[in-house]
Structure formats: structure tokens, C-alpha cells
T-cell receptor, first 113, second 116 residues
Framework: GENVEQHPSTLSVQEGDSAVIKCTYSDSASNYFPWYKQELGKRPQLIIDIRSNVGEKKDQRIAVTLNKTAKHFSLHITETQPEDSAVYFCAAGGYSSASKIIFGSGTRLSIRP | SQTIHQWPATLVQPVGSPLSLECTVEGTSNPNLYWYRQAAGRGLQLLFYSVGIGQISSEVPQNLSASRPQDRQFILSSKKLLLSDSGFYLC???????????????FGPGTRLTVT
């Protein structure tokens, strides 16, 4: 089955700087890669996702890149703000329960003022 | 619009006691339903998923079970809780387009379970 590894587990960046979180996956059949943000005491919410037919997707200050050959994908947050402080989860999976969505272990991002 | 409810919000139970957590979804039909556990400082561990009434798949062998008695109701149960069952339990749903998984999952508010 799918195995997703996420790094780093904690990340602290100065406000205004960029943050990068990286994930690797094991199942070459995976073709859907969502990212979820979980603020303290709240539920995870989808912030961006990418499918295997594209290499990069951007939404304002957030971007995700995918390298299918190397089986890794990354989340990039530019011009970080205090409200970006949260736990971020990557996930990988496919169309069916044979390649279900599996989450990484999470990255706790802290933005220093 | 769709909403997802979980209750109770918090629960403190002694070791060996039974457990029943309930999740209901409104505003959609035949959703995929999921139960996750999030241990303190850990990731999201998929426990069970369901693609239809009475269809339950277990991901992790343990003393927990799940049932889906109605289309939009998902229940997580245990006959005897262990200390290791403590954690934050999240229910989630996603659109079921032919059983596909590659759609956004919408999480409920969660139940924080402490086993003493």
C-alpha cells in the first residue's frame, strides 16, 4: 500500500519569508495529492491539491509542485503571515480504494514575528 | 450546503468501558465516509472507510469497529477501551463518484477521547 513521508516535522520561519514542506510517496499509481491545513484545535481543511497530469499549481501565496518520476511533491508558502501558523498534512492516493488517500505525519509550521 | 456533525465533542472514559461515537452528514447523498484517529502531535491515521450502507473497510486491526446503519450516519464503537485508544477522532466525508477517492475530504469537528 501507499506510504507517505513528510519533512520536516516542525518548521519555524520569519514572517515574510518562504516555507517549504516536502513529501515523498511510494505507490507509483497515486495520482492525487492534496494538502490540508489544521489550525490549533480545529479540523483539517483542504488548501490546495494537484493531480498527476500537472507539475505545478498555484493559488495566491501557496503553490504545490509534483515530480512523478522522483515520487515527491512539495508545498511552498511565500510571504508567510502569522495566520499561516498551523499543522500541514500532505496526502497521496488514487482513484479507488485500491489506492486510497494516505496522509503524511504532518508539519507544524510556526511563523516568528 | 453540506455539513458534518460529530458527537460528543469530548469524552473521558475508563479503561474497559464501551465507546460509541457518532457522525452524521447533511446535504449530500451516498458519500464516502471515513474515521481517522489523530494521536497527540501525530498525523491522521485512517481507521475505517465506507463507500455505502453496510460497507465497511478496516485499515488497522484493533479493538474498534465501525458501522453505517444509514446512508449519512457513521458510528465508531468499541466494546472495551484501551489506554492507547486515547486521541482525537475525526469523521470525514467526500463525494462518491463511482467510489472514487480523489475528491476533497470534509472533516467534522472531532471528538477528543481520553481513556483513563
Amino acid at each position: 500500500g501507499e506510504n507517505v513521508e513528510q519533512h520536516p516535522s516542525t518548521l519555524s520561519v520569519q514572517e515574510g519569508d518562504s516555507a517549504v514542506i516536502k513529501c515523498t510517496y511510494s505507490d507509483s499509481a497515486s495520482n492525487y495529492f492534496p494538502w490540508y491545513k489544521q489550525e490549533l484545535g480545529k479540523r483539517p481543511q483542504l488548501i490546495i491539491d494537484i493531480r498527476s497530469n500537472v507539475g505545478e499549481k498555484k493559488d495566491q501565496r501557496i503553490a504545490v509542485t509534483l515530480n512523478k518520476t522522483a515520487k515527491h511533491f512539495s508545498l511552498h508558502i511565500t510571504e508567510t503571515q502569522p495566520e499561516d501558523s498551523a499543522v500541514y498534512f500532505c496526502a497521496a492516493g488514487g482513484y479507488s480504494s485500491a489506492s486510497k488517500i494516505i496522509f503524511g505525519s504532518g508539519t507544524r509550521l510556526s511563523i516568528r514575528p | 450546503s453540506q455539513t458534518i456533525h460529530q458527537w460528543p465533542a469530548t469524552l473521558v472514559q475508563p479503561v474497559g468501558s464501551p465507546l460509541s461515537l457518532e457522525c452524521t452528514v447533511e446535504g449530500t447523498s451516498n458519500p464516502n465516509l471515513y474515521w481517522y484517529r489523530q494521536a497527540a502531535g501525530r498525523g491522521l491515521q485512517l481507521l475505517f472507510y465506507s463507500v455505502g450502507i453496510g460497507q465497511i473497510s478496516s485499515e488497522v486491526p484493533q479493538n474498534l469497529s465501525a458501522s453505517r446503519p444509514q446512508d449519512r450516519q457513521f458510528i465508531l464503537s468499541s466494546k472495551k477501551l484501551l489506554l492507547s485508544d486515547s486521541g482525537f477522532y475525526l469523521c470525514a466525508w467526500s463525494e462518491n463518484a463511482g467510489g472514487r477517492w480523489d475528491y476533497e475530504q470534509y472533516f467534522g469537528p472531532g471528538t477528543r477521547l481520553t481513556v483513563t
